[in-house]
Nanobody
């Protein structure tokens, strides 16, 4: 059974860091593009970052560029999202998702984080940034 499971969320203060993990089972993350999305209350789900082990590239939306880093560990079949300099506007439920339709994150740019490309989703993990 193909599954994704997120962990690592929590409550932090502005300027703090968190690392989210996305563990895959039933498939190998290096065969798929893995992306992180987030959804705040009352807002649509939005793309955050994309990681493609096969293409060896990444993509970040402008709002997180320079603060977030996405990476993967094929041995652990896990993709991470390191989030630094967190802001209150980063408060959301964060989801990871897998796609076999995204061939290159950097090449596809913002198209790599369109929700419709992703068929497998995790249950989400809450990140709250508040003073």
């Amino acid at each position: 059974q193909v599954q994704l499971g997120e962990s690592g969320g929590g409550v932090v203060q502005p300027g703090d860091s968190l690392r989210l993990s996305c563990a895959a089972s039933g498939f190998a993350v290096d065969d798929y593009a893995i992306a992180w999305f987030r959804q705040a209350p009352g807002k649509e789900r939005e793309g955050v970052s994309c990681f493609s082990s096969g293409a060896g590239d990444t993509y970040y939306v402008d709002a997180v560029q320079g603060r977030f880093t996405i990476s993967g560990d094929n041995a652990k079949n896990t993709v991470y999202l390191q989030m630094n300099s967190l802001k209150p506007e980063d408060t959301s439920v964060y989801y990871c998702a897998a796609s076999n339709r995204v061939s290159t994150c950097r090449g596809m740019g913002v198209l790599s984080v369109i929700t419709g490309w992703y068929a497998t989703w995790g249950q989400g993990t809450q990140v709250t940034v508040s003073s």
